[in-house]
Nanobody, 123 residues
Framework: QVQLVESGGGLVQAGGSLRLSCAPS????????MGWFRQAPGKDRDFVAV????????YYADSVKGRFAISRDNAKNTVYLQMNSLKPEDTAVYYC????????????????WGQGTQVTVST
């Protein structure tokens, strides 16, 4: 099973930017579809973005469209989430996911997860 490691979280003021990174800790196929989810305290784990192995097909949650951008570097086997114009409601633990088997926006469709990285947006 793929083990994923996220990095790049932190504290930022509203309107600021952060870039999250996610890479597998061991050997894995670069053809893995990879996604980002987030979970705020007391809430469900929600879909944020997904990128298919070619890097061409990408999908976003409506709440982040136009502000977040997902990308990948298959040579480095790394996926990124560039987050701009951050809002306090973006505050959550962000999780990287891989090994998709099902619908891309459902957390239960992914079989590999990272440990999560905290993103906090202050007013």
């Amino acid at each position: 099973q793929v083990q994923l490691v996220e990095s790049g979280g932190g504290l930022v003021q509203a309107g600021g930017s952060l870039r999250l990174s996610c890479a597998p800790s061991g050997r894995t196929s670069s053809r893995n579809t990879m996604g980002w989810f987030r979970q705020a305290p007391g809430k469900d784990r929600d879909f944020v973005a997904v990128i298919y192995w070619s890097g061409v097909s990408k999908y976003y949650a409506d709440s982040v469209k136009g502000r977040f951008a997902i990308s990948r570097d298959n040579a480095k086997n790394t996926v990124y989430l560039q987050m701009n114009s951050l809002k306090p409601e973006d505050t959550a633990v962000y999780y990287c996911a891989a090994d998709l088997n099902g619908t891309y926006y459902s957390s239960s469709s992914y079989r590999a997860w990272g440990q999560g990285t905290q993103v906090t947006v202050s007013t």
